[in-house]
């Protein structure tokens, strides 16, 4: 096991720095003179000269290269052109909003969306299977964005059952130690920071998590399905065993190695929508941050940005495989 | 050819079972007139139709037929396997008296496995990839004995030691991937026989294996099943098998049983057109070279319903009209059963026919 | 041991009463032709052709459907801070919060839909399938020249799928500008690893096939094997991909609009953007955000359906 995970470390490193090489690559070839269109309208030929000596533009491509790779090894992703804070410092800030709102989307759609889809394929063509299905194509092909505005329409402005978006209502005087808003709640045992943190996760975890949780009752439905067909579950059915031993051991837990596999390729798309979904909810989080720097076209910031998430990606697909190795023996042995 | 076992015809007492023993004489199994038809959205097919035949404990039984005879719908419908929904089932399925039919879902669990047990055809597939052997023997000893977690390792051990896989122990901790096609066949036995059940149906056993390990395998099969006291239910559709292990045969050809006999009279002399065809077509050692085999013309999906005609008349050489538009009946005497109107009389008149 | 399979010889009796599926009797068919045929009979196939066949015939046929020019703001005059006119005889579905006709708005949306969703997925196929099909091509004949083409293709791949498609998208649309130009390219070259990956894959799978081994041991030249044995039978998944990813690039062409990075004209009619102005008028007009999205969704599942139909079809798994 321990091999296999350093060897999918080692296929990272040409993605990275392959990665590393085309982001480089993608701020110098924007029109123009880099330092004037990263400064854009505002650009003055001191602000040129300033931005040329912080970035090194007027050095030798390897050289600023050798010296991007090398601040990156250190943990510095840029700093951004508008406010001047490095981008790591404002990941540190931002990141758990989004942390927070990713895994309570995925939390919604893997436990909604696995139940759901295990007992559509058990109930195949029936009316149970048929509105799960339905439903599922319906949450496919809505677009988060889209999702997430009619909730806020209907939940927040309608019916005010829900606040309308921010991570918390500012008048709370909430104390803030690990920026995970639910979490410092419960830590300084402020327990109404702590549910009015949780009230404004509500809609922009439902608008975020309908995709993946369609996705994952398609999937899940379609392995279940496949598994009862296999001649290993009639074995099962053949030694007598217990309904709730099959349906564990036989049948989920081999239904469950495309499930993972689907979970895992859910991360991409929970950061990608996580960027509209705080923007329709001023969710502070990184999405938020993300837009800001794209309407600013800070990219400094965009490209520390996408490094940064490419890098989250490729750990947690590398965590996908970890897991999927511990559920089927056969990968471990490939 | 194998050399047939020695297996007493006459009922043997049922050593390990759970429920009483059976009165002396009394069938263990006795399918009684099995009808199987699959529903589908517009039309019917009719799988196994007056199907009646009996094992008595201990005994070995084989029901051989092609693909399509119905044989593995038949041992399906036996264990309870069959899908409810699209599948009628009708007839009686009496095991050791109780009709299993008529058993709910949680009798039936109790039974399966612990009473009457079932090895699979295909060994790559039946068995769960991503669990180790050892637990998927273990799980029906805890399931039927409630055994404890180093009592299971125990008899598993022992259970793989005696289907013939070397170094048991280590293999238990092992994936149905790690072993080979005849391995994993060895742990189906093992797993159908941990629980000495009184009845074991052995679907194909041996069809998906090497030609080299099918005789192995069998071998194990039919010596276990011996030394355990159970009887076997053996389906095939390879009368080589069938002369080696089994007492009583019946020959199934499209969804019904056409020729019940013991085996000796069946081989010596069959009078099914079928079952003549299907003995001719067997190689022999002793055949001169160069001699062509005789297939049986025709192929299985030649069929005409068994509601009003006989569904081999069209690939047989003795079929004449009446073959063509009544429906044969199984008739027994001697203690044989056949369902022709125009027996064969000697093996030889029938080579000479076809 | 076992008992030979006799030749069949002509069958007398038709209609049998234990042979089975008489539906695998389609032999003769060739994969597509019988593709077609259960597509035909498929009522999800059904649903999805009518959707695109109406969105289609919305896009082509916007100005004979609105008597209105896009973008025109002529009636800004009626829409108050408080008010947006709602539907009247003049408007159907009343004005925008810019004075433009909503309808006009929407109908034009759908021609910019199209537009953009088509040609973006187009480009990203193209691009795609050849990278796969080098890949792939090579991959399967093998050799030291054609594994390095094989392993250099993939490895851009994998750059590529190491940044989530749309933020791949962001980073290009944000690179080139705002333009229509920049947002078809952006989600183009989004899907271009998905389809190289994919093609490759089948094409990889075929080398692997029986056939393929047959054909090698005819002596026919692997190139020959590749361009016309082993690329046809792979176009499966690829296609029923890029119906399914016409369904995905329009739903991106209205969340990169939505980010602010959609062509900057507001001549154009565009529903994302359209969705984005409607944003702080939920209170007094909640069909502006509403009608935009629907329009997205059912277009979206227009495709989504067709695709996955085709994807039935193509698969024999999955034939009843």
């Given at each position: 096991m321990l091999r296999f995970v350093v060897r999918r470390l080692l296929l990272l490193v040409p993605v990275l720095i392959g990665l590393s090489v085309l982001l480089f690559a993608w701020v110098r070839a924007l029109p123009g003179d880099p330092a004037r269109s990263l400064l854009g309208e505002r650009a003055t030929d001191a602000g040129v000269e300033r931005i040329n000596e912080v970035y090194g533009f007027d050095r030798p491509l390897v050289e600023q290269y050798v010296s991007y790779v090398g601040a990156l090894l250190r943990g510095d992703f840029g700093t951004s052109i508008q406010t001047g804070r490095p981008v790591t410092e404002s990941f540190i800030d931002y990141f758990p909003a989004t942390?927070?709102?990713?895994?309570?989307?995925?939390?919604?759609?893997?436990?909604?969306?696995?139940?759901?889809?295990?007992?559509?394929?058990?109930?195949?063509?029936?009316?149970?299977?048929?509105?799960?299905?339905?439903?599922?194509?319906?949450?496919?092909?809505?677009?988060?964005?889209?999702?997430?505005?009619?909730?806020?329409?209907?939940?927040?402005?309608?019916?005010?059952?829900?606040?309308?978006?921010?991570?918390?209502?500012?008048?709370?005087?909430?104390?803030?130690?690990?920026?995970?808003?639910?979490?410092?709640?419960?830590?300084?045992?402020?327990?109404?920071?702590?549910?009015?943190?949780?009230?404004?996760?509500?809609?922009?975890?439902?608008?975020?998590?309908?995709?993946?949780?369609?996705?994952?009752?398609?999937?899940?439905?379609?392995?279940?399905?496949?598994?009862?067909?296999?001649?290993?579950?009639?074995?099962?059915?053949?030694?007598?065993?217990?309904?709730?031993?099959?349906s564990r051991r036989h049948v989920l837990r081999n239904a469950l190695l495309p499930v993972v596999t689907t979970i895992g390729l859910q991360a991409g798309l929970l950061l990608s929508g996580a960027v509209l979904t705080e923007t329709v909810f001023s969710f502070n989080g990184i999405g938020s941050y993300l837009f800001t720097a794209i309407t600013r076209r800070d990219?400094?910031?965009?490209?520390?940005?996408?490094?940064?998430?490419?890098?989250?990606?490729?750990?947690?697909?590398?965590?996908?495989?970890?897991?999927?190795?511990?559920i089927d023996p056969r990968v471990r042995a490939a | 050819m194998a050399v047939p076992t020695t297996t007493s015809p006459t009922p043997e007492p049922v050593p390990g079972g759970g429920a009483g023993p059976a009165t002396p004489g009394a069938p263990l199994l006795e399918v009684r007139d099995l009808r199987v038809r699959f529903t589908g959205r517009d039309r019917a097919v009719t799988a196994v139709d007056e199907v009646s035949f009996t094992v008595s404990p201990g005994q070995n039984v084989g029901l051989v037929g092609e693909s399509g005879s119905g044989k593995s719908v038949t041992s399906m419908a036996v264990m309870g396997l069959l899908p409810r929904r699209g599948v009628e089932v009708s007839g009686q399925i009496l095991f050791d008296g109780e009709d299993l039919l008529l058993a709910d879902r949680k009798r039936l669990d109790r039974l399966r496995g612990r009473e009457v047990a079932m090895v699979f055809q295909d060994p790559m597939t039946s068995l769960n990839p991503v669990v180790p052997v050892g637990t998927q023997i273990g799980e029906v000893l805890q399931r039927h004995f409630g055994m404890r977690r180093k009592e299971r390792r125990e008899r598993a051990a022992e259970l793989l030691a005696k289907v013939g896989i070397p170094d048991p122990r280590r293999r238990l901790d092992d994936h149905p991937h790690q072993l080979s096609g005849g391995m994993r066949q060895r742990v189906l036995i093992a797993i159908a026989l941990a629980c000495e059940p009184r009845l074991l149906i052995a679907d194909e056993p041996t069809t998906a294996l090497d030609v080299t390990i099918q005789a192995q395998v069998l071998?194990?099969?039919?010596?276990?099943?011996?030394?355990?006291?159970?009887?076997?239910?053996?389906?095939?559709?390879?009368?080589?098998?069938?002369?080696?292990?089994?007492?009583?045969?019946?020959?199934?050809?499209?969804?019904?049983?056409?020729?019940?006999?013991?085996?000796?009279?069946?081989?010596?002399?069959?009078?099914?057109?079928?079952?003549?065809?299907?003995?001719?077509?067997?190689?022999?050692?002793?055949?001169?070279?160069?001699?062509?085999?005789?297939?049986?013309?025709?192929?299985?999906?030649?069929?005409?319903?068994?509601?009003?005609?006989?569904?081999?008349?069209p690939r047989c050489a003795h079929a004449d009209d009446t073959c063509r538009t009544t429906s044969p009946r199984l008739e027994h005497a001697d203690g044989r059963g056949l369902r022709c109107f125009h027996p064969l009389t000697t093996p030889a008149a029938l080579t000479k026919e076809l | 041991?076992?008992?030979?399979?006799?030749?069949?010889?002509?069958?007398?009796?038709?209609?049998?009463?234990?042979?089975?599926?008489?539906?695998?009797?389609?032999?003769?068919?060739?994969?597509?032709?019988?593709?077609?045929?259960?597509?035909?009979?498929?009522?999800?196939?059904?649903?999805?052709?009518?959707?695109?066949?109406?969105?289609?015939?919305?896009?082509?046929?916007?100005?004979?459907?609105?008597?209105?020019?896009?973008?025109?703001?002529?009636?800004?005059?009626?829409?108050?801070?408080?008010?947006?006119?709602?539907?009247?005889?003049?408007?159907?579905?009343?004005?925008?919060?810019?004075?433009?006709?909503?309808?006009?708005?929407?109908?034009?949306?759908?021609?910019?839909?199209?537009?953009?969703?088509?040609?973006?997925?187009?480009?990203?196929?193209?691009?795609?399938?050849?990278?796969?099909?080098?890949?792939?091509?090579?991959?399967?004949?093998?050799?030291?020249?054609?594994?390095?083409?094989?392993?250099?293709?993939?490895?851009?791949?994998?750059?590529?799928?190491?940044?989530?498609?749309?933020?791949?998208?962001?980073?290009?649309?944000?690179?080139?500008?705002?333009?229509?130009?920049?947002v078809v390219i952006a989600i183009g070259a989004a899907q271009v690893p998905v389809f190289a990956r994919l093609l490759r894959g089948s094409m990889l799978a075929q080398g692997k096939a029986d056939?393929?081994?047959?054909?090698?041991?005819?002596?026919?030249?692997?190139?020959?094997?590749?361009?016309?044995?082993?690329?046809?039978?792979?176009?499966?998944?690829?296609?029923?991909?890029?119906?399914?990813?016409?369904?995905?690039?329009?739903?991106?062409?209205?969340?990169?609009?939505?980010?602010?990075l959609g062509a900057p004209d507001p001549a154009i009619a565009e529903w994302g953007r359209m969705l984005v102005a409607a944003q702080d008028r939920f209170d007094d007009a909640a069909r502006l955000a509403i009608l935009p999205g629907v329009a997205i969704a059912i277009t979206a599942l227009g495709f989504t359906l067709f695709g996955e139909a085709l994807r039935e079809s193509l698969d024999p798994r999955t034939r009843r």
């Open positions: 942390i927070e709102l990713a895994v309570t989307a995925l939390l919604f759609a893997v436990v909604i969306g696995v139940p759901l889809g295990y007992l559509a394929a058990r109930h195949q063509g029936r009316w149970l299977d048929t509105t799960v299905v339905t439903g599922s194509l319906l949450g496919v092909v809505t677009p988060v964005f889209f999702l997430a505005i009619l909730l806020k329409l209907v939940f927040a402005n309608w019916l005010g059952w829900l606040p309308t978006g921010l991570r918390q209502d500012p008048r709370i005087d909430a104390t803030h130690v690990t920026n995970f808003y639910v979490l410092d709640g419960f830590l300084t045992q402020e327990w109404d920071a702590a549910f009015n943190a949780m009230a404004h996760l509500v809609l922009p975890a439902i608008a975020l998590g309908t995709i993946p949780l369609a996705i994952i009752v398609r999937i899940t439905r379609a392995a279940v399905a496949d598994v009862l067909n296999e001649d290993y579950v009639r074995t099962a059915h053949a030694k007598g065993l217990a309904a709730a031993t099959i990219y400094p910031v965009l490209q520390g940005f996408i490094l940064f998430i490419a890098l989250l990606y490729c750990l947690i697909n590398l965590l996908v495989d970890v897991v999927y190795g511990l | 071998d194990v099969l039919a010596e276990l099943v011996d030394e355990a006291g159970a009887a076997l239910l053996l389906i095939t559709h390879d009368l080589g098998v069938v002369a080696g292990v089994c007492d009583e045969v019946n020959v199934m050809y499209a969804g019904r049983i056409v020729e019940q006999a013991p085996r000796r009279p069946l081989f010596r002399s069959p009078a099914h057109p079928y079952t003549g065809g299907l003995l001719a077509s067997i190689p022999r050692l002793d055949t001169p070279r160069g001699r062509p085999l005789t297939p049986i013309p025709g192929s299985p999906t030649q069929t005409v319903p068994w509601t009003d005609a006989c569904a081999f008349s | 041991m076992s008992i030979p399979i006799p030749p069949a010889g002509p069958s007398t009796t038709p209609g049998a009463s234990v042979a089975l599926d008489d539906k695998d009797l389609e032999g003769g068919l060739s994969l597509w032709q019988g593709a077609f045929r259960r597509l035909r009979r498929s009522p999800t196939a059904w649903c999805g052709a009518v959707i695109v066949a109406l969105f289609v015939v919305v896009a082509a046929a916007a100005p004979l459907l609105t008597s209105y020019q896009p973008g025109s703001t002529q009636w800004a005059g009626d829409v108050t801070t408080t008010e947006i006119p709602g539907p009247s005889a003049d408007h159907w579905l009343g004005l925008d919060r810019y004075g433009s006709d909503l309808w006009t708005q929407l109908v034009y949306g759908a021609r910019q839909s199209l537009l953009y969703g088509v040609i973006s997925t187009v480009l990203g196929l193209a691009v795609g399938a050849t990278l796969g099909a080098l890949a792939g091509g090579f991959g399967a004949v093998g050799g030291r020249f054609g594994t390095v083409v094989d392993a250099t293709i993939m490895r851009l791949v994998d750059i590529m799928l190491a940044v989530p498609s749309l933020l791949l998208a962001v980073s290009i649309a944000a690179m080139l500008g705002q333009s229509g130009t920049a056939y393929v081994l047959a054909a090698n041991a005819l002596g026919l030249r692997r190139s020959r094997i590749v361009m016309s044995h082993m690329l046809p039978n792979s176009m499966g998944p690829t296609i029923v991909q890029a119906t399914l990813n016409l369904a995905t690039a329009i739903i991106e062409v209205a969340a990169l609009s939505y980010l602010g």
